[in-house]
Structures are given as structure tokens and as C-alpha cells.
């Protein structure tokens, strides 16, 4: 092969290596605005970031018989895909890091274990799944997915482009602080979730975050109350001898603080 027929040969896997990585970059632009776009249809039914923030904020704004501690909020779809996650501190590290994936964990459960006709809050499976409970062994289903709950650049963690958003988070989370969300038509359209204090106070929280999204149309619930039908329910007693505490309905949560307790029977009713 002469030295002319190389350098062509050369110049001609180089245009094709060229040609290869611009076609490559342009099919990773596509899959990427794919992406985007799947999940702003998977999503379309929910609140956006900025809708998500400004619930959150008002919500852990009052008082909520916690800590008075910032919060992580996070919506999920029916599917249980990530659709907004939101802080409500100056920055990301102003609230507990950890809480971020607890809170998309309680939305994946508060959704996972509602149906049409029937809302449970993460926090009425605290009894259930404790030792004897109905549903013990619940807490160890559905693990969350790692690769979503820590991918992407931790800078982004709470904006907007979350790198939870579009992957289905999993897990399940049994304390307050989740809850099911129903639009005005009363369909079941996906769950929230919040972490960040006390669990009694996350409950407190979340039920006003959904309460000012204006997906709180919940057909029934366990709680006894038809007004607050998945409420946190407080009805745990220590018989004498017995370290743990029993519910009397099944569906009892631990007590955090007397105004923790307070505030839940005053929280604003369904709509």
C-alpha cells in the first residue's frame, strides 16, 4: 500500500470516527429530550418544583409541634416516578441530607398502599408492621432503588433537575410524613412526602403541603375520622408489663410531642 492510498485510508476512518461521535452525541440529545419529555407527560397531572417549594414552605412555616427544622418534600406519580423534589432551607445542607431519599420513599409508600377508594398515610402503618402487626415484615418490601435515590451531581439535589426525577424511587417508609394524593375528580393521581423533623411533625406538614396543592379530595381512609380520613392516629397504650404499646384500632402511631398531637386533631379537612 503506498504512502498516499495510507494517509486516505487514514483521513477515512478518521471522518468516520468524526462522523460516528457527532451522530452519537446528537442520538444522546435525542434520548435525552425523549427523557424530558416522558417525564413531563408521566407528571403532567402534579404539581411542577416551584408549585412543590412554595406548598412546602408555607407549610413548615406554622407551627407543626416538631423542631421548627427545614424540610425535603417530594412527589411521586402513580407509577411511583419521582416528579418534583423541593427543600425549604437556604440551601441544600440546611435540612438533614438523609431526609431527601426518606421523603421520596414516603411518597413511594403512601401511593404503593392507597387505592381509589382507600388512603393509607405512611403513618398509619407504623402499628401494623410492628412485631404481631398485620403487617409485619411490610417495612422490608419494595426496597428503594439506589441508583436513583444517589445518581446525578449532588449540587442538583432539590432544583428543579433533581437527578431523582424520572426514576422510580421504591422503598417504604412506615411513620408519618407520607401521604396519597387525590385531585378533584377524586382519582388517586400519585403520593407526597416529608421528612425533615419529628415524624409526628412531617405529618403535620405533609397533610398542609397537600392541603395547599389542592390534592387532599381523599375518599376514605382508616382514622375513623370521615373529615380527616388518612390521619395519623394516636391510640397507642402501654398495658402494664408489656414494653411495647398496642393500638386499640391497629392503625396507632407513636406520640413525638403534646403539640405534635394537638396540632394533627386541627389540621384542615378534606376537601
Known amino acids: ?49 416551584s408549585q412543590l417549594h412554595a406548598a412546602l414552605f408555607a407549610a413548615r412555616a406554622q407551627a407543626n409541634g416538631g423542631f421548627n427544622l427545614d424540610m425535603w418534600g417530594t412527589i411521586v406519580n402513580r407509577d411511583g416516578i419521582v416528579c418534583a423534589v423541593a427543600y425549604t432551607g437556604s440551601d441544600r445542607g440546611a435540612q438533614w441530607p438523609g431526609s431527601r431519599v426518606i421523603s421520596a420513599q414516603k411518597a413511594n409508600t403512601a401511593n404503593a398502599f392507597s387505592l381509589p377508594h382507600l388512603a393509607l398515610s405512611t403513618a398509619n402503618l407504623f402499628s401494623a408492621v410492628q412485631p404481631g402487626g398485620s ?17 446525578g451531581e449532588s449540587r442538583d439535589n432539590g432544583g428543579s433537575s433533581d437527578p431523582m426525577v424520572g426514576g422510580k ?61 388518612d390521619n395519623i392516629v394516636y391510640d397507642i397504650v402501654n398495658p402494664v408489663g408489656l414494653p411495647i404499646g398496642v393500638s386499640a384500632s391497629g392503625w396507632g402511631h407513636a406520640a413525638c410531642s403534646a403539640a405534635a398531637t394537638s396540632i394533627a386533631g386541627m389540621l384542615p379537612v378534606i376537601r
Request: with cysteine; glycine share 12%.
Open 1 to 49: 500500500m503506498t504512502k498516499g492510498v495510507m494517509r486516505m485510508v487514514v483521513i477515512a476512518l478518521a471522518l468516520g470516527a468524526l462522523a460516528f461521535e457527532t451522530s452519537s452525541i446528537a442520538n444522546a440529545r435525542d434520548s435525552a429530550e425523549d427523557q424530558e419529555a416522558d417525564v413531563q407527560s408521566a407528571c403532567s397531572q402534579l404539581p411542577s418544583h
Open 135 to 151: 403487617l409485619f415484615g411490610l417495612q422490608a418490601s419494595n426496597p428503594v432503588n439506589t441508583r436513583v435515590a444517589y445518581r
Open 169 to 229: 424511587i421504591g422503598g417504604v417508609n412506615v411513620f408519618g410524613g407520607g401521604l396519597a394524593l387525590y385531585n378533584a375528580q377524586h382519582e388517586l393521581v400519585g403520593g407526597i412526602g416529608v421528612s425533615g423533623d419529628s415524624s409526628c411533625a412531617d405529618h403535620n406538614i405533609s397533610w398542609r403541603t397537600r392541603h395547599n396543592l389542592v390534592l387532599d379530595f381523599v375518599p376514605g381512609g382508616v382514622s375513623g375520622d370521615a373529615s380527616h380520613p
